[in-house]
């Protein structure tokens, strides 16, 4: 089980945000090359990066910064999402070094595009998935969709999607706990890995998740508790992977 720190972008800056409102954003940090660098020294092996600013404007708006986080993660994998919506922003993240860019809102409402870039860059693909009460949300969580969840997953699934990151956007930068139920229901009906995101407070949580492991669960999201100190990086990795040993 992995535990993958996020850095979300606004204006050049490393912020949270609750339940993805821009306007309710706290700086953390205003240097993410120095946030990734530490994640580092923490042990982390996997970055999930998000460009807030491309989310809602449909293209990337963090570029500086992410070549920054890049460089200073020293190779370590990095999962990037936030305004991705054509196969040249694919390719031009891919060789600079992201090993894995996250689509989005433009899964939903361009299913083509995210077949084209499943198959241009296979194995580079994920999809992010952000639901409330069991129902897709889009541009930046700011609209609802009727779309149900598990047969968007299914769908990308077929396309070639190397993984779904799913996010319960009712619970995200709350500290509310993660919705293991809906998680689990999502992974046990799918072949490729789930990657929880939203509502990770503590270590009791990273247990939870790490007891549902074998369903399909791979890695899980953290944002806002270890940058507020509900959660010690270091000792929730460590957990699990003691307790993926068992």
Wanted: charged fraction near 25%; glycine fraction near 12%.
């Amino acid at each position: 089980m992995l535990i993958i720190p996020a850095i979300d972008l606004k204006e050049g800056k490393c912020v949270r945000l609750k339940q993805g409102v821009m306007e309710d954003a706290t700086v953390f940090s205003e240097d993410p090359g120095g946030m990734a660098a530490h994640w580092a020294r923490q042990g982390a092996r996997r970055l999930h990066v998000v460009d807030l600013n491309g989310a809602a404007a449909g293209k990337p708006k963090n570029e500086s910064a992410i070549k920054a986080i890049v460089a200073a993660a020293g190779g370590m994998p990095i999962q990037l999402g936030g305004g991705i919506r054509d196969l040249d922003t694919i390719e031009r993240y891919i060789d600079s070094g992201i090993r894995y860019v996250i689509i989005g809102t433009a899964a939903v409402k361009t299913p083509g595009f995210l077949r084209d870039a499943c198959t241009a860059f296979t194995g580079h693909v994920m999809v992010a998935l952000d639901a409330k009460d069991g129902k897709v949300a889009v541009d930046g969580w700011s609209k609802m969709t009727g779309h149900d969840v598990l047969d968007l997953a299914k769908k990308f699934e077929d396309y070639g999607t190397e993984a779904i990151i799913y996010t319960d956007i009712g619970r995200d930068g709350m500290l509310s706990g993660v919705n293991i139920a809906a998680t689990v229901e999502l992974a046990r009906q799918l072949s490729v890995p789930v990657i929880a995101s939203g509502g990770i407070t503590n270590l009791d949580d990273v247990t939870a998740l790490c007891n549902v492991e074998s369903e399909g669960i791979v890695g899980a999201i953290t944002g806002r508790a270890v940058y507020q100190g509900t959660l010690d990086f270091a000792a929730a990795q460590k957990l699990a992977d003691k307790l993926s040993k068992k």
